[in-house]
C-alpha cells in the first residue's frame, strides 16, 4: 500500500486517492465513481439541494457497502467450510461436522442453515426433544435434518422412543433424565437477572481461571478481577485443582497438593446460596458435573461461555449483580439507545440520559420516562434521597454510570410529594 503523505489533499473523486488508503483498485474505481456522480454542492447552493445530494450519494454507498457485506459474508462461509473440512481430514472430525458438509452437498444449504441442519440431525439421533430455537431457512433446514434423523415433532412419544433406540443403540440402559440440569449446560450471565449479595453466592473456577495453571488460550483467569470487587470476600469459591474440588480458602492452609477434596455435603448446606457461576472448560468442567448432585438448586444457575472476549463480558455482568451490605438494586434488562450527544437508557418508569460536559463532570440526568422530568422524590433503602443527576469525571465510566444509577432509582423507594 501507498504511504500517504503528511497533508496530502484527499480527492475522494479519484481512485488514486482511495487505493493510497488501502482500498482495493476496483473498489477504489467504483467509490470514485459514486463521488464524480455526486459530487458536494458549492456552499452557495440551496440547503435542501444539498441535503438532497448527500441523500443521493448515500443511497449509491449503502449499495456499495451492501454489496462487500455480500462478498464478506460469502468468503466467511468459504472459510467456515474448509476449516470443516480440514477436522475431517486430519481425523478429529465429528459427526456434525459431517452433517454440515452434508447439508452442503446434498441440499446446497448456505453455513448457518447447514449448522441447524446437522443440529436437528444429531438432536433426532441423540434422542432428545425438538427445540429449533431459529425461523426461516434455517428452521427448514432443522427440520429436514430432524427429519432425517427419525424425528417426528408430531407424534407425543417421539423423544422418548427415539431417547429409547439411542439407548439400546449405545448398549446401555435406558435411564431417566436427570432432576436438574448438568453445569455444563447452563446459560451464560445476563443482566436481566436479580441482583443477589456478595454472601449468597457460589463461584467454581477452573485450575486454569484460578490461576493455578497456565490453562488453555481461551481460558479467562477471573479469580483476581473477583477478588478486587467490593464485597466479594463474602463469595464462597471452589477451585478444581487436579481433577479434585477443593475449597479455595483451604489452598492457603495445605500441606500437601493437592488439598484434600472439599466435604461439599458439610459445606453448602450451612450457606444460603441463590446464585451461581461456573467458569471452567475442558476436563475441569467435566468434574464440576461428576459433582453436580451435590450442588446447591440456586435461582441462578450460569457458566461462562465461548470465547475469552465473550467470557470476559459475561463474567463483567455477573460482577455487576452483586449486591453489598446495605445496599439496594433493581433487575431487568436495561434498554440501550442513542441520542444527539450520546447514550440514552430506560429501565422500567425511568430514563438516564447522557447530557454533555460542563464545570462538575459527564453529567447524566436521571427522568420519568413517560412524563420526561427529573425523577425526584426517590429515597434508598437507607434513608437516603437520590439526586437525579449523576457526574463522573471520565467519559468511558458514562456508560457503567447510567447503569448503576437506573438499578440503584428503580431500586428505591419513591415518597409523594407531600411527605417530602
Not at 446447591?296 to 460482577?319: D, G, I, V
Request: include cysteine; charged fraction near 25%.
Amino acid at each position: 500500500m501507498a504511504r500517504v503523505e503528511a497533508g496530502t489533499p484527499f480527492d475522494p473523486a479519484e481512485a488514486a486517492c482511495w487505493i493510497t488508503r488501502g482500498r482495493p483498485p476496483a473498489e477504489a474505481a467504483r467509490l470514485a465513481s459514486i463521488w464524480r456522480r455526486y459530487p458536494d454542492l458549492p456552499a452557495a447552493a440551496p440547503a435542501d439541494d444539498r441535503m438532497q445530494r448527500l441523500r443521493n450519494r448515500a443511497v449509491a454507498m449503502r449499495a456499495f457497502h451492501d454489496a462487500l457485506d455480500r462478498r464478506n459474508q460469502q468468503a466467511r462461509e468459504i472459510r467456515n467450510f474448509a476449516f470443516t473440512a480440514s477436522r475431517i481430514a486430519q481425523g478429529v472430525g465429528d459427526d456434525r461436522d459431517r452433517a454440515i458438509l452434508a447439508g452442503r452437498d446434498r441440499h446446497g444449504y448456505r453455513w448457518m442453515p447447514c449448522v441447524r441442519y446437522a443440529e436437528g440431525l444429531m438432536v433426532a439421533r441423540g434422542g432428545r426433544v425438538y427445540a429449533p430455537h431459529c425461523t426461516g431457512e434455517e428452521r427448514e433446514a432443522y427440520d429436514r435434518g430432524f427429519a432425517e434423523g427419525g424425528g417426528d415433532p408430531g407424534d407425543v412419544f417421539d423423544a422418548a422412543r427415539r431417547a429409547l433406540r439411542a439407548a439400546v443403540a449405545r448398549d446401555l440402559p435406558a435411564e431417566p433424565a436427570l432432576a436438574r440440569p448438568l453445569p455444563s449446560t447452563w446459560p451464560k450471565p445476563d443482566d436481566a437477572r436479580r441482583p443477589t449479595p456478595w454472601l449468597r453466592r457460589l463461584v467454581i473456577l477452573g485450575a486454569a481461571e484460578a490461576g493455578l495453571t497456565t490453562g488453555e488460550a481461551e481460558c479467562l483467569m477471573v479469580l483476581p478481577a473477583l477478588l478486587a470487587r467490593e464485597g466479594a470476600a463474602d463469595t464462597t469459591v471452589l477451585v478444581v485443582a487436579d481433577g479434585v474440588l477443593i475449597d479455595r480458602e483451604a489452598c492457603a492452609t495445605a500441606s500437601t497438593w493437592p488439598p484434600p477434596p472439599a466435604d461439599l455435603p458439610a459445606l453448602l448446606p450451612g450457606r444460603d446460596i441463590d446464585d451461581i457461576l461456573v467458569a471452567a472448560q475442558g476436563a475441569d468442567l467435566a468434574v464440576i458435573d461428576a459433582h453436580a448432585s451435590l450442588l446447591p438448586l440456586a435461582r441462578h444457575q450460569e457458566r461462562l461461555r465461548h470465547t475469552a472476549a465473550l467470557q470476559r463480558a459475561q463474567f463483567a455482568l455477573w460482577l455487576d449483580r452483586g449486591l453489598c451490605a446495605g445496599e439496594s438494586r433493581a433487575a431487568g434488562h436495561i434498554r440501550w439507545g442513542k441520542v444527539n450527544r450520546g447514550l440514552v437508557a430506560r429501565l422500567g418508569e425511568l430514563t438516564a440520559t447522557y447530557t454533555g460536559k460542563d464545570a462538575q463532570g459527564h453529567r447524566i440526568a436521571i427522568t420519568l420516562t413517560a412524563t420526561g422530568t427529573p425523577a425526584a422524590g426517590y429515597v434508598a433503602c437507607d434513608g437516603a434521597e437520590l439526586v437525579p443527576a449523576v457526574f463522573v469525571s471520565n467519559r468511558k465510566a458514562v456508560r457503567g454510570a447510567m447503569e448503576g444509577a437506573l438499578r440503584r432509582f428503580a431500586g428505591a423507594i419513591r415518597l409523594p410529594a407531600s411527605t417530602r
